[in-house]
């Protein structure tokens, strides 16, 4: 059998190892939360942050972003219509109502002309993401946040390290949200954290994630409804194993699409999403679009790579066609994207030659 080239999954090394060992010998007793602690100090520093609730999953982190935030029944908030449904169902558990908006062909990003024209007096924030590894437009997003006075998350899941000119995503707005699941850049299997400036918003997240939990008038005593999202320490400790190697890990994911570039890039009916000038993509999910020159059909690329033990991935499903969602926008750029986008294999066990055997398949396939 071939080897498995896997879409994604960690590098793990002796120091993983290690610090997971640490976090079962020393992560109980009194030093029962110190890698959760460490890991949140090493995102901080890393990203220029001053506060981080590290969380079960990043699900959480986002949903625990849109209750810190007051979102509620009646509210609007402003979504890209292209991610993992995370991004979209964290809004619906507060009742407020996901906006679904279209995203730009370039970074697969929210689009910022789209997110003008979806506000309504009813809209109090929006939802964005840095996808597959991309920044988002953050500049022209912010003016339009503060020009109609809303709130703005950032659900920088998949991106840890990607900078919008010179600046870190997930601290833009005011609340930002990664994930450490097991096909992120820097895994702990589960795992999630949010950041803020705020510290405001911080000491509610905080509240909020530890069941509202005061001790005001008795041990144990809650104020507050609240939620039990605290990371457990011990993935906190394989977390933080990566979070500071996460400078080697981008480096790898770098290599990887420089890899496809070099075969790609010049391709006819092949459009590469690349980081834009004075940005820098993490690349966590390398990925392509087939233009309509192209008449193979996705899908069947995406069989013969299975059977070929590779796997890759489509693009998303619009968030905005799921039962629980209303399509107020067609949007048809994460269309075309759910039907003709392809992510490309990029475990962080891959070598050239396993990057290369992807391209000669995708390419034998390739018809006009
Ligand atoms: C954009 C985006 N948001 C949120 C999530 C949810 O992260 P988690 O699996 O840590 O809950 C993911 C994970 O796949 C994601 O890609």
Redesign the pocket.
């Known amino acids: 059998m071939a080897k498995k080239i896997a879409f994604a999954g960690p590098s793990i090394t002796q120091k993983e190892i290690d610090y997971v060992i640490d976090g079962t010998i020393n992560g109980f007793y009194e030093t029962y939360d110190q890698h959760t602690k460490k890991l949140e100090k090493a995102v901080c520093d890393y990203i220029g942050t001053k506060y981080a609730i590290a969380t079960h999953?990043?699900?959480?982190a986002?949903h625990l972003a849109c209750a810190t935030l007051d979102l509620k029944a009646g509210d609007e908030v402003i979504c890209t219509d292209f991610?993992?449904v995370?991004?979209s169902y964290a809004i619906d558990y507060t009742g407020a109502t996901p906006v679904f908006v279209d995203i730009e062909p370039d970074s697969w990003c929210i689009d910022p002309a789209a997110i003008k024209k979806a506000i309504t007096p009813k809209t109090k924030a929006i939802m964005l993401?840095h996808?597959f590894g991309n920044p988002a437009q953050m500049d022209e997003i912010m003016a339009i946040a503060r020009e109609h006075n809303l709130k703005v998350i950032e659900?920088a899941?998949?991106s840890l390290g990607a900078e919008f000119q010179g600046q870190k995503v997930g601290t833009f707005g005011d609340i930002g949200?990664f994930?450490?699941?097991g096909?992120?850049i820097a895994a702990s299997g589960?795992?999630?954290i949010l950041v803020t400036n705020n510290e405001e918003l911080f000491k509610k997240a905080q509240l909020l994630s530890s069941m509202g939990r005061t001790d005001s008038q008795a041990i144990f005593w809650s104020d507050s409804l609240g939620y039990q999202y605290t990371i457990a320490n011990l993935t906190a400790a394989l977390a933080l194993s990566q979070v500071e190697r996460i400078e080697e890990l981008i480096e790898m994911k770098r290599n990887y699409f420089k890899w496809y570039e070099a075969r790609l890039g010049d391709v006819r009916g092949i459009k590469m999403i690349r980081e834009k000038a004075g940005n820098r993509s993490i690349y966590t999910y390398p990925s392509i679009l087939l233009e309509d020159s192209i008449t193979t059909n996705r899908d069947e690329i995406l069989k013969t790579f299975k059977a070929n033990n590779i796997h890759a991935r489509p693009g998303f499903p619009q968030m905005s066609r799921f039962p629980v969602h209303e399509q107020r926008f067609p949007n048809p750029v994460a269309l075309s994207v759910e039907k003709r986008g392809i992510s490309l294999p990029a475990a962080l066990n891959l070598d050239k030659a396993d990057i290369d055997f992807v391209c000669d398949l995708l390419l034998a396939q390739l018809k006009y």
Do not use: I, N, R
């Open positions: 999953c990043c699900t959480l986002l991610s993992w995370a991004t993401v996808t659900d899941a998949p949200c994930s450490f699941q096909a992120k589960e795992g999630g």
